[in-house]
């Protein structure tokens, strides 16, 4: 704990001279040469600030994660830090979402006034923005090839240089990886999850077709084919999982990123989420797709915002605005692979039996 050094004037601690002189609105300085100062500028300039002051607040979390994240052994108790922190960012993106809310009280009209004034700049130039998406694991290379043009193509030497220094840092995606592939439980000396994982995959993909079969007679040839080129999909969506050259083939496609020892021990710890030692392991991992989910939900409320403003006219960062908004939202997505997991879950009373020697170093007390 800190002692107190003397007294401490709130204005002064705060720097609130620097701070509350750090808006200027351009139609202020033209406003001679033009109709006057638009009121709303500084609405537009305060909201885009506290943006970036939270955007501040995120990157000292997200660091302070990746210092301990890196390291190839995390304590219990600092993997709980890790989430805490996670925590924090989940409520801090909850804010970023509502202030659209204030920014969208300023009418298009309001925004066309004093909108060319601003041109070229445009949140393509938020390096804040680009280091949280850097940082938590979208590499500039996983963009499409117009995105990665733009984004660096608008952007001063210094920031670029800065962001490209950036991307050669560990990443909460990779961490995530390496933690993932250390998982110790799913084979140990005489079990291996995997093979009785499949069993159980084998035996409810047998019940299926049982099931296609037994109602065939109320099915036309047609419907029955149809599912069952269904099921032999499903059949190999799950072998896929298994076979290294699939999953290989869907990293070199941009289709997966997490290595597939990753993969499979994400699904482990999903499947006996309820286990005592997963508990804190589940709930990172579910920290992690919120965030996901949220960035993904703030980049649709700000293309729904930027169409709202700017129907189907071009950013003053010069892409086609809405349209390249709503694409960035589909397809810069960090934890995906999470998300896919899903589709690998079977029911609780599927799940093979993890025998009494696993289970004890899976539980607090047994
Ligand atoms: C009137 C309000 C706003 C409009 C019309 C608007 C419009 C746009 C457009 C059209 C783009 C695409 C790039 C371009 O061509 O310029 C963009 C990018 C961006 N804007 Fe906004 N924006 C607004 C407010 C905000 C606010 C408040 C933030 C908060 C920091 C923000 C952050 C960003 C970021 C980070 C990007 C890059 C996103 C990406 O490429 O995925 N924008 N904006």
Known sequence: MHKNKGPVYYGDYLQLPKLLDSQLPLSRKYADETNGECHDEMLFIVVHQVYELWFKQILHDLDAILSVFNKTYIPEVELSSIIQKLERIKKIQGLLIGQFDVLETMTPMDFLEFRDLLIPASGFQSVQFREIEIKLGLHTNDRMDVDREFFMGRLSEKDRAHLTEVESSPTILKCLEGWLERLPYTNT????????????????????????????????????MIQLENLKMTRGTFESLFQTESHDELIKNNQRKLSQKAILNALFILLYRHESMLTL?????????????????????????????????????????HQYLKRAADNNRVFLDLFNLSTFLIPNSRLPKIPLEVKKKLSFNV
């Open 281 to 321: 392991p589940f709930h990172l991992i579910t920290s992690l797709m919120d965030i996901d989910e949220n960035f993904t939900t703030w980049r649709y409320r700000h293309a729904l915002l930027a169409q709202r403003m700017l129907g189907t006219k071009i950013g003053t960062g010069g892409s086609s605005g």
């Open 189 to 224: 000396s005489g079990f291996n999850f995997w093979d009785e994982y499949q069993k159980s995959i084998n035996a409810i993909l047998k019940d299926d077709q049982d099931i296609i079969e037994a109602n065939s007679a109320h099915l036309t040839e047609r419907a029955k």
